[in-house]
């Protein structure tokens, strides 16, 4: 089967996805009908312009795996990544740095498609500022001579305020906006780059969102572009980010998880 050549590629820096690429569902609404499972990577990355991976943490690949996912996209594609989760489970946070460095080195291989690393704390987790304010010393800002970018996905409710927020503009790290009544939802800007996971697509909505949900969307992204924050998100810390251009991640997560990828094209237009 023939895969278009032409692609999309990120407006004004926005780069829009979906959470992985292998899903049951997506091969009767969004993948071909005979499209072998072992090209869909190879497909998606075509119609999307950037991919967040999870099963990263739940664990590694090996780099050669990484090097693989890297050849089968096209240029100007990016991976995001999420850390795995025995990283931030430890006991011992501020001695993660071994860890760390393994994890990183490896997924190195990804080369210029290696976009934003996600370092996900649940909601169950107690952390202490003290540890958590040491682990973040320990991220670097970059492997193997590329500038990493990091963003922080803490869930704990009672950790995320504007201390929190201020600790991360500190380390020039994003924090997720996460559009869920599931976790903290916040949109503070503390980075060079905004990252955003929508989690709120339908199953009863052919493209997930509505039209008037996606142009919003689009007004959004574009906002946080020229560097704006845009006033009808809620935010944590009343010191507004400094006015400069930023790249976005967009991702539709989760929801209607079937309804995903259409979301994310129908965005990609309309951006």
Do not use: C
Request: proline share 7%; charged share 25%.
């Amino acid at each position: 089967m023939e895969l278009f050549e032409e692609h999309p590629r990120p407006v004004d820096g926005i780069r829009v996805g979906i959470g992985g690429w292998t899903f049951a569902p997506w091969r009767d609404n969004f993948y071909p009908k005979g499209l072998v499972q072992r090209r869909e990577l190879e497909y998606a990355s075509r119609r999307l312009t950037a991919i967040e991976v999870n099963g990263t943490y739940y664990g590694a690949q090996k780099p050669a795996t990484y090097a693989k996912w890297a050849a089968e996209t096209p240029e100007g594609f990016v991976f995001s990544a999420k850390a795995p989760m025995r990283i931030m489970q430890s006991r011992a946070l501020a001695k993660t740095g071994p860890q760390i460095e393994d994890f990183l080195g490896g997924i190195a291989s990804l080369g210029d498609r290696l976009g934003p690393i996600v370092w996900q704390f649940d909601a169950n987790q107690r952390i202490q500022r003290e540890s958590f304010t040491a682990f973040l010393s320990l991220l670097p800002s970059s492997v193997e001579g590329r500038p990493l970018r990091h963003v922080l996905d803490v869930r704990d409710p009672d950790f995320v305020d504007a201390d929190y927020v201020a600790l991360a503009r500190r380390h020039g790290m994003a924090t997720v906006f996460t559009d869920s009544d599931e976790h903290p939802s916040f949109a503070d800007v503390t980075a060079d780059f905004v990252y955003a996971r929508l989690m709120r697509s339908r199953s009863d909505v052919p493209t997930g969102y509505t039209d008037s949900e996606l142009s919003m969307w689009a007004r959004r992204a574009h906002e946080w572009a020229e560097g704006g924050q845009p006033d009808a998100l809620p935010t944590l810390s009343k010191e507004a980010a400094p006015k400069r251009r930023r790249d976005v991640y967009v991702f539709f997560i989760s929801a209607a998880k079937e309804r995903n990828p259409a979301a994310a094209m129908e965005l990609i237009g309309r951006l």
